[in-house]
């Protein structure tokens, strides 16, 4: 199986050196796409995701509406992330997408990565906000599929 933290070490080799837009542009895209993915895997295990682009609203949107605010947190950067993916793929004028610009997504995302992994491996802290995320899921009227 993949680890999407792969798309990390991607995206922080893309900006060893000197390097040009491109390179940051994708190296923004790819740090999204290790925290999202990182993000997806772990609420796998208690949620169904549809195969649209709704899934990226969706998983942000489990974690912004939490009562933590750590976890909502992770929700918020979550969101910043894709915007600046967005950018980062779309906007041929962007600002924001230059190697520095890069290396700050990429160590926001290992942020998030690194979170979500020491969290689920604490049942005592992961099945609270799992249950937290339930409650709100049961509460959007079907929006989400709980598995």
Same mark, same amino acid.
């Given at each position: 199986?993949?680890? !999407?933290?792969?798309?990390?070490?991607? +995206?922080?080799?893309?900006?060893?050196? !000197?390097?040009?837009?491109?390179?940051?542009?994708?190296? @923004?895209?790819?740090? #999204? #796409? *290790?925290?999202?993915?990182?993000? &997806?895997?772990?609420?796998?295990?208690?949620?169904?995701? !549809? /195969?649209?682009?709704?899934?990226?609203?969706?998983?942000?949107?489990?974690?912004?509406?939490?009562? *933590? $605010?750590?976890?909502?947190? @992770?929700?918020? &950067?979550?969101?910043?992330?894709?915007? /600046?993916?967005?950018?980062a793929d #779309?906007?041929?004028?962007?600002? +924001?997408? $230059?190697?520095?610009?890069?290396?700050?997504?990429?160590?926001?995302?290992?942020?998030?990565? $690194?979170?979500?992994?020491?969290? *689920?491996? *604490?049942?005592?802290?992961? $099945? !609270?906000?799992?249950?937290?995320?339930? @409650? #709100?899921?049961?509460?959007?009227?079907? /929006?989400?599929?709980?598995?």
């Open positions: 199986m993949f680890d !999407p933290e792969d798309f990390a070490k991607l +995206g922080h080799r893309m900006v060893q050196n !000197p390097c040009g837009f491109a390179d940051s542009r994708t190296a @923004i895209s790819r740090a #999204y #796409y *290790s925290a999202f993915l990182t993000a &997806k895997r772990h609420l796998g295990l208690h949620f169904q995701w !549809p /195969k649209t682009a709704e899934i990226h609203d969706q998983i942000q949107m489990l974690f912004v509406n939490c009562n *933590s $605010d750590s976890i909502k947190a @992770i929700g918020r &950067k979550l969101n910043d992330l894709r915007g /600046k993916r967005n950018d #779309y906007d041929l004028h962007a600002r +924001g997408v $230059d190697r520095h610009d890069a290396q700050l997504q990429l160590g926001i995302a290992q942020g998030v990565i $690194d979170e979500l992994n020491r969290l *689920s491996i *604490s049942p005592a802290e992961w $099945d !609270p906000i799992i249950n937290e995320m339930k @409650i #709100y899921a049961k509460l959007t009227g079907g /929006k989400f599929r709980i598995k």
